[in-house]
């Protein structure tokens, strides 16, 4: 695993700094309350490698400010330019109509997804291209080009329309990583059909939940998924969901893995026997800008999960000018995003960001240390791949691995590296950079959510130096701010509250079903500006680094410490893997911070490395920042999409036990075992 490579001195000079009020805010005057401390001393900066800017299009910072003026002060100019790059059957009449916390954008226009996606390339040379290689976890390969995938999509429509399927119904789509679930959405979206993707990794209630809520008309699955080497089992799982969801009429299912599975007669259909011989003539839907897209459900930290609802236009028009800019993508990239379709990134940046603009978009069924932990490295090198996109949480598992698995392959083809789902710590940021990366490639950390529908801060690689552990700055067109409780802007490096000050085209709509609930979650906290819920500070540069769910901040000695800062020094001690901080009332200081470690490889846990931990964070941070406790496990409760379910944790640390809804929880023996008080 490489080593923090901080000159010790800068890092003594900068804890020194951490813990002096100028770096808190508290010199503001500002009450410590409204506010959030940032312990955070990371310095070092990279400028976009030469080679990388030349050919870039955007590749300078000032070109960058351009953009972001025009997009002020002219929005007609700047959405007109971008949007005309995209097919509109009808051009809209108004760009934005904002009566705040509701955007409707180009209104009056009418395009569609699947037409921009798809036959807007087939006119070209761009028609034989693969649009989508597919590697199966067992070792196969598909491709489908522009033309196939077109096709695909094509009849798979007329298959949604020969079971009544119209512009006016929701499809759920409960699959794994199989071309067969793009080509699902794209289907959806060619008939007007809102899509709602549930994770393949769901249980049963889960999906039955979904489902209701969504009020889906045509569930589609498959058999089963390969999942590190054993079939998960979703058409038992929809069998089961089945049960109780009365507005499913129809349950397609693919064939992936030929398991012998319960086909209720009337209700199921064999997606293949569907398939042979429907017309393979599809008109796409001339469907108004705002005509929903797809709604995708978000776990809230309580309640049930809000089914965030997406449009048409706004999204067409945000994937694919983010995936050109962010990814500086090109006709020769090979791009490899490897979050699962079940998320938002996988909507995004899976599907129709990579399409939109023509790309080759590489999709893996399975997961990532099978057979072995190289699975990744052995992909890039055999495919060629030129953009690589993963999560924090991919990173640090590959460190943990150690180097040796990428070692073993030829990872030259890289080009250009990028990051989402959480904060990302400089240790693994500098681990990317140079293990994967080989100092070469620029990497894009880009902040986003389920809610904001693409990415909204984030590098432009030619153009944007980068900071180990920022998402830099906010893409021309998006308004952020960091404020406090009182709604004004904060000084540099003050930490407050990220908020969004301006409509952007992908905003989510409302919450499916629930305005109110829209109103209260996003936009109750600032009049007119949409809350992100997250922490963050922006620096000297206007950079922003991202603290976290201000949910995850906690408060010690009248201190706001976002958790983030601290897990990221834990993280950078060369025997910790993985580390997740939380708070547990205390009679004497209010709350007590915990440390739940996982370890690396090489390491033994011991109560001297514990004192070794403890007194680590208090040489990087300040003693403010000392875990009062550190517990070793070998697994953290996570989420299916890796993030650390630190709700959890703050349960067990202040009661022992977990009363919450765990259904999002990938690993129940990693909660078991933290419960019982085992220690690895
Ligand atoms: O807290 C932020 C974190 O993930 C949240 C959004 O989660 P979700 O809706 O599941 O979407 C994930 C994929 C876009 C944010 O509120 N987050 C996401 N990206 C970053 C991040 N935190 C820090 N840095 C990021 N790059």
């Known amino acids: 695993m490489a080593k923090k490579n901080r000159p010790a001195e800068s890092a003594a000079a900068a804890s020194a700094e951490a813990a002096s009020p100028a770096h808190t805010g508290a010199a503001n005057g500002h009450d410590h309350n409204t506010t959030i401390t940032s312990v955070s001393t990371e310095h070092r900066k990279f400028a976009p490698p030469e080679s990388f800017a030349e050919t870039a299009r955007i590749s300078s910072l000032k070109e960058y400010r351009r953009l972001h003026r025009l997009a002020d002060e002219d929005p007609e100019k700047f959405w007109g330019k971008i949007a005309g790059e995209l097919h509109w059957f009808k051009p809209w009449k108004k760009l934005l109509s904002w009566k705040a916390p509701f955007a409707r954008w180009f209104v009056g226009a009418k395009t569609n997804m699947s037409y921009n996606c798809l036959d807007r390339h087939l006119d070209g040379w761009r028609r034989t291209k693969a649009a989508i290689i597919w590697e199966g976890e067992p070792g196969e390969v598909r491709t489908l080009t522009y033309a196939q995938l077109h096709h695909e999509v094509c009849k798979f429509s007329n298959v949604l329309r020969s079971l009544g399927v119209t512009k006016e119904d929701t499809v759920a789509i409960y699959m794994g990583m199989v071309p067969e679930a793009a080509i699902a959405m794209l289907a959806c979206t060619r008939i007007g059909a809102a899509h709602n993707v549930i994770f393949g990794g769901f249980s049963a209630e889960a999906l039955r939940e979904r489902i209701n809520d969504s009020r889906a008309k045509v569930l589609v ?80 930290s309580t309640g049930k999960p809000k089914g965030i609802f997406h449009t048409l236009g706004g999204n067409l028009v945000w994937s694919y000018y983010t995936t050109r800019m962010v990814f500086d993508m090109r006709d020769e990239d090979t791009y490899w995003c490897t979050a699962d379709i079940g998320w938002v990134t996988g909507h995004a940046y899976v599907v129709y960001g990579p399409l939109l603009n023509g790309a080759t978009s590489l999709m893996y069924e399975g997961a990532p240390n099978w057979p072995e932990a190289d699975r990744f490295w052995d992909m890039v090198e055999r495919h060629g791949v030129t953009i690589f996109y993963t999560a924090p949480t991919a990173i640090r598992a590959f460190m943990r691995w150690g180097e040796g698995f990428p070692r073993r392959h030829d990872l030259s083809s890289l080009r250009l590296l990028g990051t989402v789902g959480e904060p990302i710590n400089p240790e693994a940021w500098m681990w990317y950079r140079s293990t994967i990366g080989g100092d070469r490639c620029p990497i894009v950390d880009t902040w986003w959510q389920t809610e904001t529908g693409g990415i909204m801060i984030a590098p432009l690689p030619g153009a944007t130096p980068t900071k180990p552990g920022s998402a830099t700055l906010p893409l021309p067109g998006i308004d952020v701010d960091v404020v406090r409780k009182d709604g004004t802007s904060c000084a540099p490096n003050e930490g407050g509250y990220l908020v969004i000050k301006s409509p952007w085209p992908s905003m989510l709509r409302t919450i499916h079903g629930d305005d109110q609930r829209f109103k209260e979650t996003y936009w109750s906290h600032y009049k007119g500006w949409y809350f992100t819920g997250d922490g963050a500070r922006r620096d000297e540069d206007g950079y922003l680094w991202i603290m976290g769910r201000v949910d995850d901040v906690v408060n010690v000695a009248g201190h706001r410490l976002g958790t983030a800062e601290i897990e990221s020094s834990l993280v950078a001690h060369k025997m910790v893997a993985e580390a997740a901080v939380v708070a547990r009332p205390d009679e004497m200081k209010g709350n007590a911070l915990v440390a739940f470690v996982s370890l690396a490889a090489n390491a033994t846990a011991s109560p001297a490395l514990k004192e070794e931990l403890r007194e680590h964070v208090a040489r990087e941070i300040g003693a403010i920042a000392k875990p009062e406790e550190i517990r070793f496990s070998d697994a953290l409760p996570k989420t299916r999409s890796g993030k650390i379910m630190r709700r959890l944790l703050r349960e067990i640390a202040s009661t022992g036990q977990v009363s919450g809804d765990v259904t999002t929880l990938e690993d129940f023996s990693s909660l078991e075992k933290l419960r019982a008080g085992e220690e690895e």
């Open 221 to 300: 699955t498959q058999d089963a998924a390969f999942r590190r080497g054993t079939e998960v089992a979703l058409k038992d799982a929809a069998d089961r969901a089945l049960t109780g969801t009365p507005t499913i009429e129809h349950c397609i299912v693919y064939r992936r893995s030929g398991s012998q599975i319960a086909m209720q007669a009337g209700r199921d259909h064999w997606w293949h026997e569907m398939m042979a011989g429907i017309s393979a003539k599809s008109k796409a839907e001339q469907l108004d800008s705002e005509h929903p897209l797809y709604v995708l459900y978000t776990s809230g």
